[in-house]
Each structure stands twice: as C-alpha cells, then as structure tokens.
C-alpha cells in the first residue's frame, strides 16, 4: 500500500530547498550587479579617480589690460575608509598646525549627510582647502606618514587691481542650495558668487577632468590605469573681455572717495558698458582665502553698505534730470512746441499749489527751460496733457499714454545689464494711483513732471537715459562683457530699443542741454577740444539733497554717456558736474590736463560728513530701508493730502454760512405766519394756572355786571347813562391792568382775547 504522507514531505523538502537557492541567486544578483558597495570597494582598492579641476576664465578690461587671473592653490582630500586605524593623528594636526578637536569637527563635518550629501567612504573627501605655498611644502614633506590623505591642486582667483569689485564679484564655496540646483558642483567645489563671476559661471568655470590611477595592495600609487585610456581632461574656463575701461574705472573711484552714490558710463551706440562705480566699494582681494567669511561679514554689519551695488540696486528721485525725459513726451503728444511759452513766477502757482523754482526769466520756450532747469514749465506741461480731454477721454486715459511714453524709455523694469540683483525703479501709473488716493486730478500727481513725488530710478537707468538722447532716440540693452571667447553674445545685448519719442523732441532736448552747459546750470562742464551737453538735477531728500549730473560727449558722435548720482551731495553742480565732466575728459583724451588733474586730486580729498553712529545689523538695514521708502511716500502724498483738507475745511465752511443764511431766514417771517415754539415744561405749566385763575376772576366779574345791569334797568335812564359811562372807565382801566400782567402770546391768541371782550361788551349792553 502507497504511503501518501511520505510522498507530501518529499515535495515539502524540494520545495524549501528550491527556495532557498532561489534566495541566495537572488542576493548574488543584488550584491554583484544591482549594488556598487562590493564594486567601489574592490575599485577603491585598485584605483584611485583623481578630479582636476579647470582654470577659470580670465577677465580683461576693452583695452586687454588683465583684471582677474589664476594662482595656484591646494587643498587636502581625505578618504576615511584608509585612514580608519592607520593614522597618527597629533603627527597630522602638528603638520597642518590644528587642533584635535578641529580635527575630529572636520571628520564628523564629512561624515554629516546633512552637511555632506554626497558622502562615500570609498571617495575623496574635501578635509581642507586653500593652503598656502609654505603650508603646502611643509605638510606634503609628511604625506607619505597619513594614510588616506591627498593633495589636490586646484586655483584661486587673484586681482592685479584693486577696481570694480561690484562688477568683477568674487569667488567662494559653493553651498548646499548650489549643489542641489547644479549635479557639477561637489562639496568643496567654487562658483561665482556676486557680479561677473556669477552671471557667466557656466562659461568661467570650465569642465572638470578625471584621471584614474592604479594602487598596489598597500596603498601606493603604481601610474594611471591602462596609460590614461580612459582619462578625461579638464577643459578651462572661457576668458571674458569686458567693455569697462580700467583707467577710467580707477578713476571714477577716486573721485567717489569719501561719498555715497554711484557712477555708471555707458558707449552710446553698443550699450557697453564703460564704468560703474558704487562708492563705498572695497579691495576684492579681501574676498579671498580662509578670511573671506571674516572679511564678509565687517562689510556686511558697516553702516556704509560697501557690499550694495548702487549702481543698479539704488533707487533715487531722478530730480531735474527727468526733465527731458518729459520734455520729449509733451514735444512728441503735441502738447508743447516750438512757439510754447511758460509762466514761471518762482515757480508753478495754481490752485493754491505751489511748487518752488529759482529766479530766472519768464515766460520761456522749452530750450532755455531745460538750459534753466525751470520747475515751472514742466509742471504745466503735465498739468495741460492730463488735463486734455480732447485729447484723451479720460484722466486714466492720458496718465495710462504718459507712463507708455516712460517704459518705452527704459524707466520702470529693469533694463536686463548682464549682473545679478538689479532693481526696477518706480514708474506710477493710473491704478497706483486709484488705490493711493481713491480720488486725484493733475494736481495730486504733479511732482513726477520733475522728477520727484513717487518717481525713482537706479543711476544706470538715468545714465541709459543719456545713452537714449545721444541716440536721437534708442538705446542697446546696457551689458558689461563685450565678447566670450569661443561664443557669441546674448542676441538682446545687440537689439536697439527705440522709444516713442520723435527724433525733433530729442534734437530739442539736445539743444535745451547744450545751452546748460554754454551758460546754464552745467556750465562748469564745458570743454575746449569737444561739444559736450549735459542736464543737472538737484533730488530733493529728508535732509541734504543728492547731487545729480547727466549728459554726453562729443554731441554729433557720442562715445560715452554718463549719469553721476552724490548722495547728499547738494546742487547738481556741487559734484555732479566735475565729476561727470573729469570722466568725461578721462575717456575722450585717454588722460586728464594737468589742472584737471589737480582738480580730480581735490575732489576726491572733499568728503562728505555722513551721521553714521554705529555698525548696523541685517535687520536695523531692512528696518531702515523701509521706513525711507515710507518716508518718501509720505512726502509724496503730504501735498495732496494737504489739498483735500483744505477741500474739505471750504466745504465745511460753506456748509456752516448756508445752515446761518437760513436761520436768518427764519427769523425775519412775519408774526401772523403760523411757528413751531417749544417753551420749557415749567413755563407752559405756570401760564396755565394763570390763565384758570384770570378765567376764575372774569366769570366772578361777569356775576356782579349782571346783578348791577339789573339794578340800573330799574334806575332812571340818565342815571343809568352815568353808570354807563362810569363802568366803560372801569372795565377800560382793569383790561389795562390785566394786559400788563399777562404774559405775551401770539397773534392768533390775541385775535381771540379781542373776539371775547366783544361778546362780554355786548352782554353788558
């Protein structure tokens, strides 16, 4: 007989052998070829993949003058699967001059997946970076003594003038946001962190190499794997020419020393930029080496800002160099023309709105109104183009066509300069408007015509201005790198922008800005050996106001436009104009004359007296950022506000003299028209009772007539004459009593006290 129980356990018995070789197959697989663990360390012990990182780019200046070059620097790796066990380390931290506790809080850095997402023990590890020639020869003497540890040669950015940090920007460790955006960079790597060096990276930074090496069994390096087969090269960085000239650049600097504010010179027909100078500005060989975080951080908490690009990041009233911007646009709408003339009593005076101008002749044409810088002309200006409903149906209408005529300028967005962190400026428009004041007219808003009120820009938006003018009426995207080697520019750095104004309006304004400075408020500007024009602007500001010069050189071919923004720097003359005007010569001569050469010596000893305490905090600066912008529209809407109060006190006014005509009205009714007259509850009560009473003697009074009457009908007829006669005199003399004691009532009631003495006279008779 067949022994079934048998059979099942040799099934069950096949069945658990099957599986477990099917596990073990199935952890072979996983270990050996789905799993690297096992690879990288049999790799690790046969090769080591060394990383040759690329040298970055060189910069020069548009005369090929070297700005920024490499030098070579070293750091330390570490692979910590190599050193487990095998290292002396107080003989490594004497070597390096460290600590142990520095030490091991490296190690456990590395070791930190938060710190160090990319950790492998089988890999080489950044330990310390950036050692000096004398650090480097010392230690690598001993190297052979620590196990695990490298030497990897990489270079460091060096400066051969201390110009343009704002531009040229610098270069540090990447951070964890960087490599999460970016699979090239590694813990320990560098990227481009401000200006230049960030904006081109990519094309700075190269492409790193590989290079794989053979180890014997104790560690030694034998030479490279099959001779280099399967090595890859690093590729350097492209090599940048920018469009800035170094001397005028070094320049530029000088003269700034010693104030707050910003110079920015750009070449007309290209856009290239030739200067940009944000004072206070700093040596960028301090952004280097293992002090950098140190250095970094004085620059941040100073009170002065040096970190702060001014240039494209500070946003200042235009002042009076705005003028023909709006000169432009009133020529171009039909506005204004040739034959145009302004009033200007000291000013712009309408309404009860008084907006402040120096002496000068009046009426004037829109040419000497800009050699005059007249506050008066371009406030009526605006004040008749919004007021134009035959034009523009409404005053959104016309606002709406004034701010188009601003953005097609460059005003309002950032123009798009090849650097990180530019600012917009503002432009306003109607809704701005609507939401700030919920009710406005040409008055409210008349401020912008000058520059001031809510209207702001950057000082590369003034000098882009300018740039827009020696144009004739376009400008070239403005852009600091003139060529990449091996690549062309960005298409938008070659395209002319043209804005809405007529080619006559800005020929217009040529002439108004070659009459400043013949004999106007840039007169200081002029030069023998070219034709300059100019615009000066005095911002005005909660204290000194800022120092404004706008213009270019020479007037029939422009090769540079320049704006100069002082901050408290007073009058446009004060220091916009030499300065401009220095800069200016520095580039068309390609040096200055002896006596202005002293004169630049003396600008840049004059130093502007700023009420700096103490350092400030990141938050002290974003607090004081804001309450200056507050502040400005503040001042902004003081005006107006100040109008609508004066509206509603005249309104109040009238309404009281219209509440007293009225009551004057009431008073002069006659007596017999019917009134309303509410007496106090006392008074009416005391009246009453007077009344009964009186009403309680005349029906007494009438009971003793009639007992008389009757006597008397018995008497005689002349005697009752007599007593006729007699009782007439009484009853005359006891009415006359009883009207004095009575108190005064109105018509109505004396009309029915007369009614009732008839009757009783006719009773008696």
């Known amino acids: 007989m067949k022994n079934y129980d048998l059979e099942k356990r040799r099934l069950v018995l096949s069945a658990v052998a099957i599986g477990i070789v099917v596990i073990y197959v199935l952890r072979l697989f996983a270990l050996q070829i789905a799993s690297d ?22 910069i020069t200046d548009r005369n090929g003058k070297l700005l920024v070059y490499n030098q070579p620097a070293y750091d330390i790796m570490v692979v910590t699967n190599e050193m487990a066990g095998h290292l002396d380390t107080l003989d490594f931290c004497n070597a390096l001059g460290i600590t142990k506790d520095d030490f091991l809080k490296r190690l456990h850095d590395i070791k930190d997946r938060n710190k160090n997402p990319g950790y492998s023990r089988f890999t080489q590890q950044l330990f310390m970076s950036q050692l000096s020639d004398k650090e480097f020869s010392a230690f690598q003497e001993k190297l052979y003594r620590f196990p695990g540890f490298y030497i990897q040669k990489r270079s460091v950015r060096q400066y051969q003038r201390p110009i343009a940090a704002h531009v040229l920007g610098d270069v540090a460790e990447v951070s964890q946001s960087d490599i999460e955006e970016d699979d ?15 904006e081109y990276e990519q094309d700075l930074r190269g492409r790193k190499g590989v290079q794989i090496l053979l180890r014997d069994a104790h560690g030694q390096i034998q030479g490279r794997y099959k001779n280099g087969e399967y090595d890859q090269r ?11 000239d170094a001397d005028l650049q070094a320049l530029g ?16 027909k290209t856009g290239q930029v030739l200067a940009m100078v ?75 709105l008084h907006v402040g101008c120096h002496s000068h002749a009046s009426p004037l044409a829109l040419v000497p109104a800009i050699s005059t810088s007249c506050n008066g002309y371009f406030c009526w200006g605006l004040y008749h183009m919004l007021s134009n409903r035959k034009k523009y149906k409404t005053l959104d209408d016309a606002m709406t066509v004034w701010r188009n005529y601003m953005v097609s300028m460059g005003f309002g967005y950032k123009l798009g300069i090849d650097l990180p962190g530019e600012k917009r400026g503002m432009i306003p428009n109607a809704q701005f ?18 520059g001031q009120g809510e209207v702001n ?24 790198v003139r060529h990449i080697e091996g690549k062309k520019l960005d298409k938008k750095y070659l395209e002319h922008h043209r804005t809405k104004g007529s080619v006559r309006s800005y020929q217009e304004v040529i002439a108004g800005m070659m009459s400043s400075v013949r004999g106007g408020t840039c007169a200081h500007a002029v030069h023998p050996g070219y034709s300059l024009a100019g615009k000066t602007g005095t911002a005005q500001n909660r204290g000194r106001d800022h120092s404004v010069f706008m213009g270019f050189a020479p007037v029939d071919t422009p090769k540079i436009a320049i704006a100069v923004y002082v901050e408290n720097g007073g009058f446009g003359a004060d220091y916009g104009v030499p300065i401009g005007s220095l800069m200016i010569e520095q580039y068309i001569n390609g040096k200055l004359t002896p006596g202005d050469a002293a004169r630049a010596d003396a600008l840049q000893k004059r130093h502007i007296s700023y009420p700096f305490k103490r350092p400030l905090s990141r938050a002290d600066s974003l607090r004081l950022d804001s309450i200056k912008r507050v502040n400005q529209i503040k001042d902004s809407l003081k005006m107006v506000n100040q109008k609508l109060e004066a509206a509603e006190a005249a309104k109040l006014k009238e309404a009281q003299q219209q509440k007293e005509t009225e009551e004057k009205e009431k008073k002069k009714q006659p007596q017999n028209e019917p009134a309303i007259k509410v007496e106090p509850e006392e008074l009416i009560k005391t009246e009453k009772k007077g009344k009964d009473k009186d009403k309680d003697k005349s029906d007494k009074g009438k009971e003793k007539l009639r007992e008389k009457e009757r006597d008397k009908a018995k008497e005689p007829k002349e005697a009752r004459k007599e007593s006729k006669d007699n009782n007439k005199e009484k009853q005359q003399k006891s009415k006359d009593n009883k009207a004095k004691d009575k108190p005064k009532i109105k018509s109505n009631d004396q009309d029915k006290a007369k ?11």
């Open 457 to 480: 820009l950057t000082p590369l938006q003034i000098a882009n201005l300018g740039a827009t003018i020696a144009n004739r009426g376009y400008y070239v995207t403005p852009h600091i």
């Open 184 to 198: 090239y960079y590694q813990p320990g790597d560098y990227i481009g962190k401000m200006g230049i060096e960030r």
């Open 37 to 58: 663990d096992y690879r990288k360390s049999a790799d690790s012990n046969a090769f080591l993949k060394k990383i040759e990182f690329p040298s970055r780019g060189t």
């Open 253 to 268: 600097e000088r003269l700034m020393e010693g104030k707050l504010g910003a110079i920015v010179a750009i070449e007309p």
């Open 234 to 244: 690093p590729q350097p960085g492209r090599d940048l020419q920018l469009g800035l």
């Open 755 to 765: 009614s009732n003495r008839k009757e009783n006279v006719n009773r008696g008779k």
């Open 433 to 450: 408007y609507d939401h700030a004041f919920k009710t406005w007219n040409p008055l409210s808003v008349i401020s912008i015509s000058i």
């Open 278 to 352: 944000s004072s206070p500005t700093f040596n960028p060989s301090m952004m280097i080496g293992k002090l950098r975080g140190k250095y970094q951080r004085d620059l941040t908490l100073d009170p002065a800002k040096p970190l702060l690009n001014r240039a494209i990041m500070g946003q200042y009233p235009p002042g009076s160099t705005f003028k023909t911007s709006q000169a432009v646009t009133y020529y171009t709408e039909g506005i204004i023309n040739d034959s145009t003339r302004y009033v200007c009593n000291h000013g712009f005076n309408f309404k009860g």
